[in-house]
């Protein structure tokens, strides 16, 4: 696609809602499922407290959306949190909001696909252990999905998104109804007996996961770019829209929850014994969990659009390697969907495909990127005093004051069972970035031609090497190859059965074209190592500075599989090379010279 | 280790019964199960037939170990089954004992190593769901001790085998002694209700899958030349001590079988139940399954021993890639070990680690192979007519007979359950032999010097193609070493922002050392297909019967992860080389001329 033509991928308001939200909106099944994890333990005493905690996540999810509300028009060029911190905190903070991002990008796509598989395995028990299986499938298919382009995967994505606001919302209409016609169930007769203490911090870190609602909402401020103009007031619009879906579809079901008295079974999920209670067994249940698993298998496409896209901006940056700011051929972030991708799909496996165990990590970075990007803000109306700045830095402030204070609950709770994962892999990163900026300003200190004189000495011809493993055609025309680019040929015969040499010097009398042929012994039977030793030894004889030039002759057979039956010493002797001249410090040119097999 | 020490690896009795004979001892392992889960579903009047079927396969014993004992002297340098029907009854039956043998060390690894964890997990029955990963496991550490050399693994694997037959020696003395104070038990009593009727077909599938008891009756045969002088002597003695040692451990396990009427639990081998009858559950039970898992598990080595040294046969005879033909350095046969494993973990992967289901698979193929054997023996004799070759022919040909009738029983009686794809693979494998074969005979014409005048006419000096991202130090380093190969060098630069050309245009002026530059756009971005094209390009312009030589300019960073961070485009530009010249027919010389990066 021409470069031209990028200004027409970009979103209508529809299709970016389908695109940055999934994630915010889906993060409902997890948040919902983590609090009444959190509160069961504690009994009906517990779950009473779902509904006051619900309300405290909201009032979070409103001042939160209002502040990044206020970084959409003050930074219309994307970045989000990494732009925003880097620019009002310095490199350091900024790096620190970078790390984050990157790790929740991978954790909000481990933790939605395996919450999407744990919907539809409560619909179908028999799917329940097959967890891990299924959300790597759905892995693959989501990241395929992204890498065919992000037009594409707009409107792909579109369909489950409002298929599930419709089905969940109409089934939240039937409970309404339902709550109204039939009142109040008791959540101390349906609640299990309590096995812990209803103590402070259980309540803590309840709202410590249930924070894990708030994810997303940072998604559109950092995907600016991708909305079609007017791009600033369709992007603020859209936020709106979905922090009001949020909040109601959150509030809603927990109080429906509560409510009802929904009490989950082992293998199923707190929002799949709460469909059950409204519309009972039939499609309609079947289709609330389908269109659960559909809105968080795209949530991960939230990541599939973010992560490449952070990535891309501190490759710009020079903190990652460069080839994660290439565009596509198909405009797509190729190498950061395949890195996400990979990632996690490694964290399924390794938390067995629970997205309860990932939750502690997922936390963590969320609000430390949240804290950074809102106390970047204050600092930004500070400097800019713009028209009504101080509205402005305070509604700022107070995001940045409300996400420090979730930021310490969810590290102080959550430390042990995961967070520290987190504090400490963000340092880690941190260093990365800086050795990769430090090697890229190294090497171009090196290439540099300042200093160099323009005019430079013409290299002389190289030394060639040709080994030779016996005197035939593919050889012949090698050695016809050497002579073209150098005067100063020799080939080299590794005699790994003594008396063979005999042969092949006899038969070098009549081909070898009058280029000296050295015969190294190999008692035991290698070819790789007495051909190194030659080498070491005629760069060491001639002491120029150069390292001799490696001609590899190369069967290129006719069809693929005949590879197997050719160039196994050659492909060895390469990878030794390779090795060799690392060690050496020192560099050494080889030739592939391919001879074409007919048949 | 040199060429000279190859006799000192030879192996003396002890250590050749410990290498070749677990797969033949440990067969009393799987066969017994297969007896006892063939007849089991009859009842107990279906578990009365086991002493007649071990008896009738004991006969089958004698008969194969009397014709293997003439084929050691007649065939003293190895190569079995394979060797023998080749020499005697033409090239494509000798290839077919040789795909049937092939298949068999497969398998015999495979069905080893799952019937040794079954044996351990009927103790710890926690280990059970485990039995692929365990399997897996020690395949891995079979391979890995292999792979360190055959003394080591005599040694090696000796203790294992010599404890697996103290500890089962000693509980059958045990049992023999406790079955005569004892007297026998009920099966009537002990047997669970029958589930299928006791018919002929019944009895013919038990014996079939009993017969896998003989496998690795032929292992010495093939490994002659691994023992010491007098090789024939102590092949043939180590032979004969082997087949009494077979024969007693069957006879005597199966007979107290049925004599204690043992009946095995769902998640438990039989032998474990027999074990658990005559010694209990405590340190001595765990002795023998411990004992029983060691001597399997060896028995994968015979299979490390034999597939690899089948291979290299094949090799030589140019029917498998000359790869397999190769002595490592280290005396062993890699390639063919690295293969072996690999098919091995599939099938223990494929048939989710049950050895019950691997056995139909298994006992064509072997009888296949003694059948063939034993027949290449009688033409042998009739063409040798050496003294009492009518006494040899005879025996042989009663063994040919004997595998025969055995061969068409479990042909018949296990086809559909998973004989007929060892009966479609065989000629799929031949298939590849001819195909290798013929690949290579080719090659050899098109290479041969012959007709080819002894002084060519020296090729020009190639046309150079540099390929420059930009113009550093790096990039003049690339060209000077190009124009020392070539007067002919022209510079590429892919366009991929439109303006980027003219610095790099106004740069190459100072740095360019008179080489023309040319500068390609690329509306799409991508750099390799614009390259590819100029290439193609200027080839058909010059249509000189050669193909432009091509300069890698590739850097190598000074320490490993900064590969990560350079050389992207260069290495994808190699790859979609190798596959155009492939496409086209024609060969192209690719020289790597590298940089290297001090930091």
Known sequence: MPTRRLAAEQLNKIRALAAFSPDALSSIAYANQEIYLGLVVAGAAGLAYSWPIALAIVGLLAVLALSYAQTIPAYPSGGGSYTVARENLGSTLGLIAAAALLIDYTLTAAVSLTAGVAAIASAFPELWPHRVTLSLVLLVVIALANLRGLRESGTLMAIPVYFFLISYLGMLAVGAVRAMLEGPSSLAAAAPPPTAPLTTFLLMHTFASGCTA???????????????????????????VMAVLMGLLFVASIGLTQYFAAIAGPQETILSALARRIVGHGAAYIAVQAGTLAVLAVAANTSFAGFPRLASVLARDRYLPHQFAHLGDRLVYSNGMGVLAALTGVLIVIFSGDSHALIPLFAVGVFLAFTLSQAGMVVHWIRARGPGWRTKATINGLGALTTATALLIIG????????WIVMLLIPVMMLGFHAVRNHYREVARELTLKGLPPSLKPMPQPRVVLPVSGVHRGVVEALRYARSISDRVTAVYVETQPGDADRIRREWESWGQGVPLVVVQSPYRSIIGPFLDFL???????????????????????????????????????????????????????????YHLRE
């Open 536 to 594: 070491d030894e005629t760069d060491r004889e001639h002491n120029d500075g150069t390292l001799a030039t490696v001609i590899m002759p190369e069967f290129v057979p006719a069809r693929w599989w005949q590879n197997l039956l050719h160039n196994q010493t050659a492909w060895l002797l390469r990878l030794a090379l390779t090795f060799r001249r690392h060690r050496q410090g020192q560099v050494r040119a080889i030739v592939d010279v391919p």
């Open 214 to 240: 708030l994810t997303g909402v940072e998604a559109i401020s950092n995907g600016v770019p991708a909305f079609r103009e007017p791009q600033i007031k369709n992007a603020v619009r859209t936020l709106g």
């Open 412 to 419: 102080v709770s959550k430390f042990l069972e995961g967070a």
